[in-house]
């Protein structure tokens, strides 16, 4: 079935650094993907509507300087999470619906835990 | 606007023991409901779905029915397992092949042996 694979599962980082996370999809094409924040015992929010060769859809309330999304091709989507800060530590979680099929489901990544220290 | 309500978890059961968790949603039109779950570690995953009134979906044991006139589709399953232990979310789509999905909160179940 598809895959949709995000790196890395966990990372921690200092406060003032940038991260960067990928969402692949293993075996099918994306124009789109879509970027989630999950805060504990919340659900999970949509942040982004990343598009191949276009700019992201942010949703209202993301900042869009500090959340940076590349989508540069249609298997590879990166959100960046610019001058991290303790506040940003999260599970994001990335999605994205197979090309080739008609009314695919969303295909989710594993996720990414960030820390922030 | 569309917004999804869960029971709060966590939700602890023992082994082979009857589970309900319960879903009420709002929105307009007729949407399309989904029930992911997410297992320690791993990312979301596609448990079932109903894209019409009084639709049922299952997978796994698990069923849920779209149930237009209480807007609602709880999750049941006749005998739950160690195995099933994860947090679990229910989810709308203004329509099927909507990408914007609306989650509740999720619910944790705990199945104890």
């Known amino acids: 079935g598809a895959v949709v694979s995000q790196h890395p599962s966990r990372v921690i980082c200092k406060s003032g650094t940038s991260v960067k996370i990928e969402c692949r999809s293993l075996?099918?094409?994306?124009?789109?993907m879509f970027w989630y924040r999950q805060f504990p015992k919340q659900s999970l929010m949509l942040m982004a509507t990343?598009?191949?060769?276009?700019?992201?859809?942010?949703e209202q309330g993301v900042e869009k300087d500090k959340f940076l999304i590349n989508h540069a091709s249609l298997t590879l989507s990166t959100l960046t999470v610019t001058s991290a800060h303790p506040e940003d530590s999260s599970f994001y979680i990335c999605?994205?619906?197979?090309?080739?099929?008609?009314?695919?489901?969303?295909?989710f990544g594993n996720g990414t835990r960030l820390t922030v220290t | 606007g569309n917004s999804v309500t869960q029971m709060e978890g966590p939700v602890t059961l023992s082994e082979e023991a009857f589970l309900t968790i319960n879903c009420t949603y709002t929105?307009?039109?007729?949407?399309?409901l989904f029930w992911y779950v997410q297992y320690p570690g791993e990312g979301l995953q596609l448990l079932l779905k109903?894209?019409?009134?009084?639709d049922k979906g299952s997978n796994k044991g698990f069923e849920a029915t779209y149930r237009k006139e209480t807007t609602s589709f709880h999750l049941e399953k006749g005998s739950v397992q160690v195995s099933d232990s994860a947090v679990y979310f229910c989810a709308l789509t203004p329509n099927n092949a909507g990408n914007m999905l609306t989650f509740g909160g999720g619910t944790r179940l705990m199945v104890k042996p």
């Open positions: 990343s598009n191949e060769g276009s700019k992201a859809t942010y």
């Open positions: 929105a307009t039109g007729y949407p399309s």
């Open positions: 109903a894209t019409k009134a009084d």
């Open positions: 999605s994205a619906r197979d090309l080739g099929v008609l009314n695919s489901p969303l295909h």
């Open positions: 075996d099918f094409q994306a124009t789109t």
